[in-house]
């Protein structure tokens, strides 16, 4: 299966902060989703982004598909940005990598 | 986005009995389903491919017969676990793929044998 590398492991920020969340994968993909997992264990989907870049508020997501990597921007973290974030490459089998841990204090 | 219905959320179980977790996609048709086991602070571990009229596919070290799948309709895929014991107990969660191949989940159920 693909290989997934997520960094940082772990992250913790001051309220307000910004950060950068990077992935990085084995192998060529044509599907790329991003999650966020609170703290109940809910997977909320983000982005659905096999190339390019996507905004949804706060959030924005790049996928370089060729150079096999995505990267997931927070800018103005709020404490509800808490949680466990993971990208998934492909389509017929979702292999996580180890995510990263985000702790945003007030 | 779409949704994925996913019952119990929670279920206490005595050692030695089977407990069914149901996974729906309620408002899209999903050929493709996931089963997945997380234990605390770890990630998700594939279990199963299961897809609508077929026999599941499980990964490396998933016991089949111990952990049963069923995917009967394009909407509904049922995750059985036969004699649970202490060990089985885990987070599980499904995901269903949609027709972008987006991937949805399931709200897990906490499965905990006594």
């Known amino acids: 299966g693909i290989q997934v590398e997520q960094s940082p492991p772990d992250l913790i920020l001051q309220e307000g902060a910004n950060s950068t969340l990077r992935c990085n994968f084995s192998?060529?993909?044509?599907?790329l989703q991003w999650f966020h997992q609170n703290p109940w264990g809910q997977l909320i989907n983000l982005f659905y982004?096999?190339?390019g870049t996507k905004q949804n508020g706060r959030l924005s997501a790049t996928t370089v598909a060729t150079e096999r990597y995505s990267l997931l921007y927070i800018s103005s973290s709020q404490t509800t940005d808490s949680g466990v974030y993971f990208c998934?490459?492909?389509?017929?089998?979702?292999?996580f990598g180890t995510g990263t841990r985000l702790t945003v204090i007030p | 986005g779409a949704v994925v219905s996913q019952h119990p959320s929670w279920v206490i179980c005595k050692s030695g009995t089977s407990v069914k977790i149901e996974c729906r996609s309620l408002?899209?048709?999903?050929?493709?389903m996931f089963w997945y086991r997380q234990f605390p602070k770890q990630s998700l571990m594939l279990m199963a491919t299961?897809?609508?009229?077929?026999?599941?596919?499980?990964e490396q070290g998933v016991e089949k017969d111990k952990f049963l799948i069923n995917h009967a309709s394009l909407t509904l895929s049922t995750l059985t676990v036969t004699s649970a014991h202490p060990e089985d107990s885990s987070f599980y969660i499904c995901?269903?793929?949609?027709?972008?191949?987006?991937?949805?989940f399931g709200q897990g159920t906490r499965l905990t044998v006594v």
């Open positions: 995901s269903a793929i949609d027709m972008n191949t987006e991937a949805f």
């Open positions: 192998d060529s993909v044509n599907n």
């Open positions: 982004i096999p190339s």
């Open positions: 998934t490459p492909g389509a017929n089998n979702l292999f």
């Open positions: 408002d899209f048709q999903a050929t493709t």
């Open positions: 299961s897809n609508e009229g077929s026999k599941a596919t499980y």
